[in-house]
Each structure stands twice: as structure tokens, then as C-alpha cells.
């Protein structure tokens, strides 16, 4: 697991968005895993900038999103799919057909969830996941006690969830309780993972995912298991971790080799 920590929530934001520029220039055919929540909104906004200034094409590339909640048609303005259309897909070149996020409209998840799997590997494979984290520790809607093995499915979300997305409903609005999510199993085969995490509300859920057990009470700490995980944390989100001084010796010495210097 590599820990990088910047100093700011910008900072985790270009540094992410750098990860998706660096894949899409060497590979334009990149299948892309996408995150909601607030946390990747900046990253959004960078690759946007970054698309019109002629930086990124995303012409070849396809897209695969880790949740939705069920209950919610596209078109719902708190659906995920209307967050990804407004937040990013609507200011790209990206094909709208290469964008996909499971059907929360769908009458019968049980298939909706096996095409989503059949999907991404009919694409090839996801090339990088982004990912955020609850404050519970848990990653797309995979909560607490999900199986470490999992794949597409529907989730029940926990109260502390439903309370966490509260702000973005209005009061007396519909708010669902279940989610179709990505499995864990089903993010762990991401050739790689770029978890990014900021502010300090989320500061106990990353030190359980980077330093606790690997344990499905915090979904999470399944990354210590992936070749090629990624956590980009601001100092607040980091402000939990025990061994913040080796994180930073070890990029300090990575930056060293990869750069010649003493
Ligand atoms: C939701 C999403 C997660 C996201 C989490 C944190 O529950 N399903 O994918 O990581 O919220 O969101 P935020 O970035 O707003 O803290």
C-alpha cells in the first residue's frame, strides 16, 4: 500500500487527477472506475480543465461506476448517474454510451447486478479505480461486515450512511436505504486503486484501513491486500496515522530513486 501525504485537499485533488492525465495519454482506451461524494468532486474539475486546455481526450475511454442507489431512476437530480453526468461527463468528450453506473430504476437488480459484472469484464477489465471512503470505512456502498470476497449486489446502507448523504436530499424527499454496489471482490480486481481521503472526519476510518487489521469491519483495510493500492490523504486525513514519518521517509526515498538525487 504506497501512503502519500500532501499537505491539502487541492493538493490530493491535482495529485489524483494527475494519476487519470499519466493513464490516459498511455493508454486513451482506458477503462476507467469512478467514485461520487464529495471528495472527487475537485478531481473532476481538474480533468476538466485539463480537457479544455487539449491536456486529455477521453474519446476512447469507458467508464464503470462503483454504486447508485437503488430506488433512483438517471434522471433523479440525488441519482449517482445525474451526479457523474453534471459533475463530469457532461464537460468531456467521453462517449455517453462507454458510461456505465448500475441501473438503481432496475426492476430486477439480482441481473442488473450480473450484466454490471459480465460488462466490466466483456471492457477488459478496470485499469484504475478510483475510490473514497466512508467514515465508517467503507468503500463504493460496501459497508461494514460486507464479505471481503463480494461482487455487484444490493447493500443495505447503515443508519450512519443514510445520515451521512442526508445533506444532499431535501427534507421530506425520498432517500433510499439500499444501494447496488461493486463487490469488494469486484474492486480488488482493479489493476490499481487510488483511494483518496480528506478532512478529518474520515481520519479514524483511514487509520483502520492503513493500520488496523485487514477485516470486514472496515472494508477498506481489504487494500492492504492490492499490488497496487494508492491512499492520497490531506495532513487531517492522515492526522490518525501512527507511522506518518515512515510514509513520508519512504515517498522522500521513492522520489530519490526515481529522480537521481542524493
Ligand atoms: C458515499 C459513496 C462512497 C463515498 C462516500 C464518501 O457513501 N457511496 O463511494 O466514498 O460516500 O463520500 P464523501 O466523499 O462525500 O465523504
Not at 74 to 91: A, E, T
Not at 186 to 195: C, F, G, K, Q
Not at 201 to 221: D, F, L, M, W, Y
Amino acid at each position: 500500500m504506497q501512503i502519500i501525504i500532501l499537505e491539502n485537499a487541492d493538493q490530493v485533488a491535482q495529485y489524483g487527477a494527475q494519476q487519470f492525465v499519466d493513464l490516459l495519454n498511455r493508454q486513451p482506451d482506458a477503462v476507467l472506475g469512478l467514485a461520487t461524494g464529495s471528495t472527487p468532486v475537485a478531481l473532476y474539475q481538474n480533468l476538466i480543465q485539463r480537457y479544455q486546455a487539449g491536456e486529455i481526450s477521453f474519446e476512447r475511454a469507458s467508464s464503470f461506476n462503483l454504486d447508485e442507489y437503488l430506488g433512483l431512476a438517471g434522471d433523479h437530480p440525488q441519482s449517482y448517474r445525474h451526479f457523474m453526468n453534471s459533475q463530469l461527463f457532461n464537460h468531456i468528450d467521453i462517449a455517453p454510451q462507454n458510461t456505465h453506473i448500475p441501473d438503481g430504476s432496475t426492476e430486477d437488480p439480482l441481473s442488473t447486478c450480473e450484466q454490471y459484472e459480465a460488462d466490466i469484464v466483456k471492457a477488459g477489465g478496470i485499469d484504475l479505480q478510483l475510490l473514497g471512503i466512508g467514515r465508517n470505512g467503507h468503500i463504493g456502498f460496501n459497508e461494514p461486515s460486507s464479505s471481503l470476497a463480494s461482487r455487484t449486489r444490493v447493500k443495505t446502507l447503515t443508519p450512519d450512511t443514510v445520515a451521512a448523504n442526508q445533506r444532499f436530499f431535501s427534507e421530506g424527499e425520498f432517500q433510499p436505504r439500499l444501494s447496488l454496489t461493486m463487490g469488494i471482490g469486484t474492486i480488488m480486481e482493479a489493476r490499481r486503486i487510488l483511494l483518496l481521503a480528506t478532512g478529518e472526519t474520515k481520519s479514524a476510518a483511514v487509520r483502520e484501513a492503513v493500520e488496523g487489521p485487514v477485516a470486514a469491519r472496515c472494508p477498506a483495510s481489504i487494500l492492504q491486500m492490492h499490488p497496487r493500492a494508492t491512499l492520497v490523504l490531506d495532513r487531517a486525513a492522515a492526522s490518525a496515522l501512527k507511522d506518518v514519518e515512515f510514509y513520508e521517509y519512504i515517498e522522500r526515498e521513492n522520489e530519490r530513486l526515481l529522480h537521481g538525487g542524493e
